[in-house]
Antibody, heavy 116, light 112 residues
Framework: QVQLVESGGGVVQPGRSLRLSCAAS????????MHWVRQAPGKGLDWVAV????????YTADSVKGRFTISRDNSKNTLFLQMNSLRAEDTGLYFC?????????WGQGTMVTVSS | EIVMTQTPLSLSVSPGQPASISCKSS???????????LYWYLQKPGQSPQLLIY???NRFSGVPDRFSGSGSGTDFTLKISRVEAEDVGVYYC?????????FGQGTNVEIK
């Protein structure tokens, strides 16, 4: 079935790095744009980044620009989020989601905690 | 960026009663292609968001017909004709007309 599975979260100190992965299955990964969306504990949804289906276009939120990089490997059906210079405010559950126009399928999320 | 404003932020509804959530955008979500890029999501407790309605009024696959969406331009509404226990959670509107995509603050729906 159509599935997105995130991994790579954990507890990290401020200023350190983390790389999240999102493994796709059950659909043609290279036909879809892919997003990262995060959710701080007890808060609403906060969009982070998007990459086009061929990887040629990407866009990141101002709050993470220069620190986070989205990428994908269509040969491995995997989306990535490289997160550098992490801050306490980056703490949250990170979801990947596929899109043509709507973000129609979401993963279950991977938790990132930035704390000393 | 486009600001999405939902009202109310919290709603308590008796089973079988209707519910309505409003979403207003800071600018029109009508694209030059004729589509309006407004979506509704439900995040049930402990789960990831699930798509309910796409492009204002189209129910996503498997979504019960008690859910309906309407509106145009900057004003949109999600209606639940008869609320059921499984409808509890936080409802979000979202726009993808313009980068960055933005969400409303969320409306927490509980059952009385």
């Amino acid at each position: 079935q159509v599935q997105l599975v995130e991994s790579g979260g954990g507890v990290v100190q401020p200023g350190r790095s983390l790389r999240l992965s999102c493994a796709a299955s059950g659909f043609t990964f290279s036909s879809y744009g892919m997003h990262w969306v995060r959710q701080a504990p007890g808060k609403g949804l906060d969009w982070v980044a998007v990459m086009s289906k061929d990887g040629n276009q990407k866009y990141t939120a101002d709050s993470v620009k220069g620190r986070f990089t989205i990428s994908r490997d269509n040969s491995k059906n995997t989306l990535f989020l490289q997160m550098n210079s992490l801050r306490a405010e980056d703490t949250g559950l990170y979801f990947c989601a596929r899109s043509l126009r709507a973000l129609d399928i979401w993963g279950q999320g991977t938790m990132v905690t930035v704390s000393s | 960026e486009i600001v999405m404003t939902q009202t109310p932020l919290s709603l308590s509804v008796s089973p079988g009663q209707p519910a309505s959530i409003s979403c207003k955008s800071s600018q029109s979500l009508l694209h030059s292609d004729g589509e309006t890029y407004l979506y509704w999501y439900l995040q049930k407790p402990g789960q990831s968001p699930q798509l309910l309605i796409y492009e204002v009024s189209n129910r996503f696959s498997g979504v019960p017909d008690r859910f309906s969406g309407s509106g145009s331009g900057t004003d949109f509404t999600l209606k639940i004709s008869r609320v059921e226990a499984e409808d509890v959670g936080v409802y979000y509107c979202m726009q993808t007309l313009q980068l960055p995509p933005t969400f409303g603050q969320g409306t927490n729906v509980e059952i009385k």
